[in-house]
């Protein structure tokens, strides 16, 4: 395990189906992160959160709603999906430093099916 | 855009060969990183080399950075089996904390 820990490992929903994805980071980190990965693409960045404050959305959809209480924790709430938003969703962390830059540590993703 | 483009999309090659790949990237650094990713799996964090850095060793992988081209290589040396993966280039920008990502290399390396 790397120290980011993501469920569900797969999750299958329906277009009007609500669901949240869940991120927990184990490493002190102060800045988590939601990734979309689909085929043929890039990583996207979705959203960022530096010391629990949202500092970055991507132009996302309304229909992600992401939510961080707390520096360990980070959700990816889902509703009314469309098929295309079927792809890997990775949760990251990182330790935001002045001095100087540090790697991600990404959990292993949801794998979500939107039908 | 930041992004990164790796070059080749794919490569394979047998066991104990060395393997290279490449990125090049639009944008100033801060620094630049290499992950690497087994089938639908989370990424891994392989290296970080910081934008004043020319070359950067950890274990069989060597980075190199070449910040008035734009670009970075990943030299794998004597490949193994297990090294097969997507590997990707992440371009660290000028804030810290950002990483955007390139669209990977597919590596396959042949027992």
């Known amino acids: 395990e790397t120290g980011v820990t993501q469920t569900p490992r797969h999750l299958v929903m329906g277009m009007t189906n609500k669901k949240s994805l869940k991120c927990e980071q184990h490493?002190?980190?102060?800045?988590m992160y939601w990734y979309k990965q689909s085929a043929k693409k890039p990583l996207e960045l979705m959203f960022v959160y530096n010391f629990k404050e949202q500092t970055e959305n991507n132009s996302v959809p309304s229909r992600f709603s992401p939510e961080c209480p707390n520096s360990s924790h980070l959700f990816l709430h889902l509703h009314t999906l469309q098929p295309e938003d079927s792809a890997l969703y990775l949760c990251?962390?990182?330790?935001?430093?002045?001095?100087?830059?540090?790697?991600?540590?990404f959990g292993s993703g949801t794998r979500l099916t939107v039908v | 855009s930041q992004q990164g483009e790796e070059d080749p999309q794919a490569l394979s090659i047998q066991e104990g060969e060395n393997a290279t790949m490449n990125c090049s990237y639009k944008?100033?650094?801060?620094?630049l990183q290499w992950y690497r990713q087994n089938s639908g799996r989370g990424l891994v964090h392989l290296i970080l080399?910081?934008?004043?850095?020319r070359e950067k060793h950890s274990g069989r992988l060597r980075v190199t950075l070449d910040t008035s081209k734009k670009s970075s290589s990943l030299l794998i040396t004597a490949s193994r089996a297990a090294d097969t993966a997507s590997y990707f280039c992440a371009n660290g920008g000028t804030s810290y904390g950002k990483l955007t990502f390139g669209q990977g290399t597919i590596l396959t390396v042949h027992p």
């Open positions: 944008t100033s650094i801060n620094n």
């Open positions: 490493l002190g980190h102060n800045a």
């Open positions: 990251a962390s990182s330790q935001i430093s002045d001095i100087r830059p540090y790697g991600y540590t």
């Open positions: 080399i910081r934008s004043n850095e």
